[in-house]
């Protein structure tokens, strides 16, 4: 199969991995924009986090901010962290929270080695996660784990 793009002068020519890899990320950025993707499964959540974490090759820390209809509000990269861990601050993220209004989160990061193995730290900081949140009202519904593919938390069944 083989696909085209429209050129400058509107001809049809045969489109690049460059071309296609680029409409891709224009494709998926206007997916997380606010409002314009509802997240309804783990599936859903983990194709829009994994493009953006991915390509990193030190450990990154998002949210995924959703409103009452599980629809995105914004994607934030709150941690930047080494190869192998990223500290992650409670605090920061319940203020993100409160900024976007957000009823609920979905967390995810990376694992630069490419293992999407869940550790027992990733674990006890979901667990924390949920408690400090739960105080505010908004409910976490998943932690995605980015390697060479991607784990979702609750269909492990590892949320609470």
Wanted: hydrophobic content about 40%; glycine content about 4%.
């Amino acid at each position: 199969m083989r696909l085209y793009i429209k050129d400058e002068q509107g001809k049809y020519v045969p489109a690049t991995t460059k071309d296609i890899l680029k409409e891709g990320r224009n494709c998926t950025a206007a997916a997380l924009r606010r409002g314009k993707k509802f997240i309804s499964s783990s599936e859903e959540a983990k194709e829009s986090v994994v493009c953006k974490l991915h390509h990193y090759q030190r450990e990154v820390f998002g949210c995924l901010f959703l409103d009452s209809r599980h629809r995105i509000l914004e994607w934030s990269e709150l941690f930047l962290g080494t190869i192998n861990s990223a500290t992650v601050h409670p605090r920061e993220v319940v203020k993100e929270a409160l900024r976007l209004n957000a009823a609920s989160v979905i967390f995810a990061h990376n694992h630069p080695s490419g293992s999407s193995e869940i550790s027992p730290q990733d674990i006890d900081l979901t667990n924390r996660l949920i408690e400090i949140l739960k105080i505010i009202d908004v409910k976490v519904l998943d932690h995605i784990v980015v390697g060479d593919t991607a784990v979702s938390f609750s269909d492990m069944g590892l949320m609470k």
